[in-house]
């Protein structure tokens, strides 16, 4: 079965970093896509960033550009999301999106809170 596994989250300053992992079982990393969502406490669901191949291809949201990164170690089949320049409206439930064969799966999310 497929199954993702988000972790890494936690309290942090503005202006800190953090890096979240997503293990990923029962995809191919390879060969399809992987990214990260967040949501906030009453609002909608937004992407982040995501990649797709071997190739290492990744688009960013504009608000996240030059702050934060993904990355995969196909190895250890987990994703990265390093997170620099943490702002306050960073705070969310971030969370792991894999699509394979028309299917979207999804991680039970792992809370980034952002604040002085």
């Known amino acids: 079965q497929v199954q993702l596994v988000e972790s890494g989250g936690g309290l942090v300053q503005p202006g800190g970093s953090l890096r979240l992992s997503c293990v990923v079982s029962?995809?191919?990393?390879?060969?399809?896509?992987i990214g990260w969502f967040r949501q906030a406490p009453g609002k909608g669901r937004e992407g982040i960033s995501c990649?797709?191949?071997?190739?290492?291809?990744?688009v960013y949201a504009d608000l996240v550009k030059g702050r934060f990164a993904i990355s995969r170690d196909n190895t250890k089949y987990t994703v990265y999301l390093q997170m620099n320049s943490l702002k306050p409206e960073d705070t969310a439930v971030y969370y792991c999106?894999?699509?394979?064969?028309?299917?979207?799966?999804w991680g039970q999310g792992t809370q980034v809170t952002v604040s002085s």
């Open positions: 990649t797709v191949g071997s190739d290492d291809t990744a």
């Open positions: 029962g995809i191919n990393l390879d060969y399809n896509y």
């Open positions: 999106n894999a699509i394979a064969t028309g299917t979207s799966y």
